[in-house]
C-alpha cells in the first residue's frame, strides 16, 4: 500500500518540477499518459485499469497547482464518467474511486460551514483503545441543514480549523484500506477493530471514508510532527467525524 507520508512527497516533488501555473492543458495529458500505460498488456492489470492506477492517473488534478479539480477538469472528469466504454474498462474497485474522487472534488474552492469540536470521551472509552490509538485526536460535526455538504474544500478548511496542521488532499478509501492503514501502525487487533467500527459508525450507510496525511511543526509539540487522518461522512454528506493520529513527532 502506497502510505501517506510517500504520496505527500510525491506530490511535493510533482509541484516543484511541474510548469508554473500548470492546469488543465498539462493535468488533462498527464491524466491520459497514465490511463494509456494503465491499459497496455504489460501492465500490472493487463488492458483492465486497477483502483491503484486509476488513483495514481487522477493524481494528475492535484498535483497540477496543488488547488484542487478547478472546472475544466471538472467538465473533463464529467465526460469520463459518462463514457460507457472507459467505465468498462475499470475494476469494479477503481471504478468506485473514480465515482467518489468525482464526488469529492467539484470544483468548489469554498468551503461550507462545518465545525468541528472534540469529542468528550477518550479513544479508551469509546473504542477500547490501549495502545498506539489511545491519543488519538477525534472530533465531529456536521453543516446546518441546507447549508452545503462535505466535499474536498470543506473538509480541508475543517480539518485546519480543528487539528492546525498542514494536510494533503482528502482521498478516498475503502474499508480494507482503513483496516490496512490502522492495522500498519497498530498490532493490536483488537484497537483496530475497536476504531474501524467507531469510524465506520458515521459512514456505514454512505461508505463515505476519506483519509489524508499531515505534518506540522510547532502544533503541541516542540519539533516536526505527521501523521494522517481519517475522515467519515454520513450518508447526506452533512455530518462527518475526523479522527487524527500522531505517527512521528522528533
Do not use: H
Not at 44 to 63: C, H, K, Q, V, Y
Not at 177 to 201: K, M, P
Request: proline share 4%; net charge negative; charged share 15%.
Amino acid at each position: 500500500m502506497k502510505t501517506l507520508s510517500m504520496k505527500s512527497l510525491v506530490g511535493a516533488l510533482m509541484l516543484l518540477s511541474a510548469p508554473a501555473f500548470a492546469d488543465s492543458t498539462t493535468s488533462i495529458p498527464a491524466f491520459e499518459a497514465s490511463i494509456t500505460a494503465a491499459k497496455s498488456a504489460s501492465s500490472p492489470g493487463g488492458t483492465t485499469i486497477l483502483r491503484s492506477e486509476i488513483r495514481n492517473a487522477l493524481d494528475a488534478f492535484l498535483n497540477d497547482i496543488g488547488l484542487g479539480v478547478d472546472s475544466a477538469e471538472r467538465a473533463y472528469l464529467t465526460t469520463r464518467l459518462g463514457d460507457t466504454s472507459f467505465q468498462q474498462s475499470m475494476t469494479g474497485t477503481a471504478a468506485k474511486y473514480f465515482a467518489d474522487f468525482y464526488e469529492l472534488n467539484d470544483a468548489t474552492f469554498t468551503g461550507y460551514p462545518l465545525n468541528l469540536y472534540p469529542v468528550a470521551q477518550t479513544p479508551a472509552v469509546l473504542f477500547g483503545a490501549t495502545g498506539s490509538f489511545s491519543s488519538a485526536r477525534i472530533y465531529e460535526g456536521y453543516i446546518p441543514n441546507g447549508q452545503g455538504i462535505a466535499n474536498q474544500q470543506t473538509l480541508g478548511e475543517a480539518f485546519s480549523n480543528a487539528f492546525g496542521p498542514q494536510a494533503s488532499d482528502f482521498e478516498p478509501i475503502t474499508v480494507r484500506e482503513l483496516i490496512g492503514q490502522l492495522s500498519a501502525y497498530s498490532y493490536n487487533v483488537d484497537e483496530v477493530e475497536g476504531a474501524v467500527a467507531y469510524i465506520t459508525q458515521i459512514s456505514r450507510n454512505s461508505n463515505r471514508l476519506y483519509r489524508t496525511g499531515w505534518s506540522c511543526r510547532g502544533c503541541g509539540a516542540p519539533g516536526y510532527t505527521q501523521g494522517f487522518t481519517i475522515a467519515a461522512v454520513s450518508s447526506d454528506r452533512r455530518f462527518v467525524r475526523m479522527m487524527s493520529v500522531t505517527t512521528y513527532a522528533d
